[in-house]
C-alpha cells in the first residue's frame, strides 16, 4: 500500500514536471534569444561606433591640412562633416562633429551660423565634462556680437564660469573673464580674476592650469 503511494506521488511529480516544462523551456529559450540579441546590438553598436571614430579621425586631419592651405575649400570640407554627421547619427560622436561645423563656419566668418550650430551642440551634450568649455566658447563668441542683449548674455555666462567651483575648467573662464575686463580697461578686475586663478592653482601639482604663465605676467605688470 504505501509503494502505491509513493509510485501515486512521484507520478504526480512527473505528471507536474511534464506539465511546466514546455512554458520552461519557452521561456529558457526566449531569455537565450535576448541575450544573444543583446549581445548581438552590442557588437553592431561597437562595429558603428568604430566606424563613426574612423570617418571622424579622417575628418580631422582632412581640417588640419585644409587649414594651413592658402584657398581653403571649406565648403567642401562643410559638406562631407555634415554627411558624416546624418551618417552617424547615432554616434556619441555627433557632438564633435558639430564642433568642427563651428570652427569651419567661423572660418567662413559666418558667426550666427557658428553660434547656432554651438548651440546645438551644447544641447546634446548635457552632463558631459567638456560641457563648461564649450559654454564658454559660446559666451566669448557671444561677447563678439554686434547686438548689445547677447552681449550681455555672453558676459553673464562667462562670470557664472568663472565663479562656479564646480566646474572643472573653472580656471579657462577666469582667464578669459580677466582678459576681458583688460581690454575694457577695468584692470582692477581683471587683477583680482586671474588672483583668484593663481591662489587656487598653489596646491595644483598634476596638472597646472596653462593659463598660470600668461595670467602672473599679466599681474607683474605695474600699472601707472
Partial sequence: MAIQKTSSVFGTISRTIQAQAKPLSIVFFCALGLAASSFAYKLWSAKRERAAQYDFSALMTEYETISQDKNPEWDALLDKFEKNYEKHASSSLLPYYLSYK?????????????????????????????LSLYQTERALMQLDSADESVRSTGLNTLVSLAH????????????????????????????????QLVDEQHDEKLAPSPWMHQVQDKLNIEIV
Fill in 164 to 195: 562656479d567651483p564646480d566646474n572643472k575648467y573653472r580656471d579657462n573662464a577666469q582667464f578669459y573673464l580677466g582678459r576681458y575686463y583688460w581690454a575694457k580697461n577695468d584692470i582692477d578686475a581683471a587683477r583680482a580674476i586671474w588672483q
Fill in 102 to 130: 563651428v570652427r569651419i563656419l567661423l572660418n567662413q566668418n559666418k558667426r550666427e551660423e557658428a553660434l547656432a550650430t554651438l548651440d546645438t551642440m551644447i544641447d546634446a551634450m548635457p552632463g558631459s565634462v567638456m
